[in-house]
Structure formats: C-alpha cells, structure tokens
C-alpha cells in the first residue's frame, strides 16, 4: 500500500520544497531559496520515476497456457454478443489499458469472422492430411493455426477431426435435428460456430461443413 503511494509522497515533498524554495528566494535567502529549490525539484523528478515504475508493475506477464485458455474465453463472450464483457476480462488478467484490451478483443473478432476461400480450404486440407499421414501432426496443427489465425485448441481440434475417418454415418433424426440447431445459429449469425458444430456431429472436413452451412443459409 506504501508502496503504491510513493510518488504522491515524492510529489507532496517536491511541492513543498519548491514553495519554500520561491518564498526564500522573494525574501532575499538566496542560499536557502537555491537549496530548497534544488531539493523540490530533485522530489518531483523522484516522482515521476516512481510514478512510471509503478505504472510498468500493473503489467502482468501472461503464459501461453493462460493467454490460450482465456482467448477460447473471450471467443465464447464474443460469440454470445459479451464484447464489452470480454474487453473488461482481458484487461484484468493482463493488467492492460482499455485501448489495448479493446484492440485484442477486436482482433479476435476479426479472426472469429474472416473467411478463407473455398480453394484455399481444400489446399490446407489436402497439405494438412498429408503431414498428418507422414506424422508431422504438430506442423499441421501450426500451418492450420497460420492460414486461419484461430488458436491452438481449435487447430489441434481440427487436425484430430482430420487424423479420424470422415465416413460417419448420421440417421436422419439426428440431421433433422443438427439442420434445426444450424438454422437457428445462422440467423443469429454465428456461422463459424455452426460450421463447427456441424463438423463435431458429423466428422467431416471444414470445406464440406462450410458448404453444407451455405446451402442452409441460401434456405432461409
């Protein structure tokens, strides 16, 4: 609690010393009034210091494994239409400003609802099974992480969804359901999350999830 409260008391100090300092100086001690001055002075800049260390100690140094679990975090606020939820949860796990915490969380958003073109999918897809068949699993769930810009957990769920067979078979029960589940979250406009989903109920690979969601869309 001193700790945090220094710089006042430099500050406090420095005022002082730099009033007492001009009043001698008005009263012709000029000895006293250089003395005082040169201690207030000397206050105020030990104030400024403290004030700046103090500053730089509210950053706190976040792991990768924090930062991961927290980005899956603000990703489910912002799907849920938290933004401002999410912007205040950043700023108190990593000490940051607002600026920077609206910044990050705009950029996950960013990332949430970029598209990446359909020739482009079935490239990574191909690139992606062929490392995992030469057992480079942990270069394809980076190269996925790169082309993308989602996180590691979303990667590594993507490269196992691949590392499965793609020939699950659905009754029609369960599609109408999962077809009922997508519509809602298109009109929502969660897209992304029903591609998702649509790809954990059936197994198959991004591309033919994402035209499945489109032919929906086109739908309703």
Excluded: H, P
Excluded at 102 to 128: C, G, P, R
């Amino acid at each position: 609690m001193l700790e945090s409260k220094k710089w006042k008391m430099f500050l406090f100090a420095g005022v002082c010393f730099t009033f007492a300092g001009i009043m001698s100086t008005i009263e012709k001690k000029s000895f006293n009034g250089y003395m005082f001055l040169f201690i207030g002075v000397l206050y105020l800049v030990l104030s400024i210091i403290q004030y700046k260390s103090k500053d730089k100690s509210n950053k706190i140094v976040v792991s990768d494994i924090v930062l991961e679990n927290m980005n899956i975090e603000l990703k489910n606020l912002i799907e849920q239409g938290e933004k401002i939820k999410a912007i205040k949860k950043y700023r108190i796990v990593t000490g940051l400003g607002l600026k920077e915490a609206k910044d990050y969380v705009d950029s996950l958003n960013k990332f949430e609802q970029s598209a990446v073109s359909d020739t482009m999918l079935e490239n990574i897809d191909v690139e992606l099974k062929n490392l995992i068949e030469e057992g480079k699993k942990i270069k394809a769930i980076k190269r996925y992480r790169i082309v993308t810009g989602l996180g590691l957990k979303e990667a590594k769920d993507y490269v196992d969804l691949l590392s499965k067979s793609n020939n699950t078979v659905i009754s029609d029960a369960v599609v109408e359901n999962i077809d009922v589940e997508l519509k809602n979250l298109i009109k929502e406009g969660k897209k992304i999350k029903a591609i998702k989903k649509y790809r954990i109920v059936t197994g198959l690979g991004l591309k033919e999830a994402k035209d499945y969601v489109d032919s929906l869309s086109e739908k309703i």
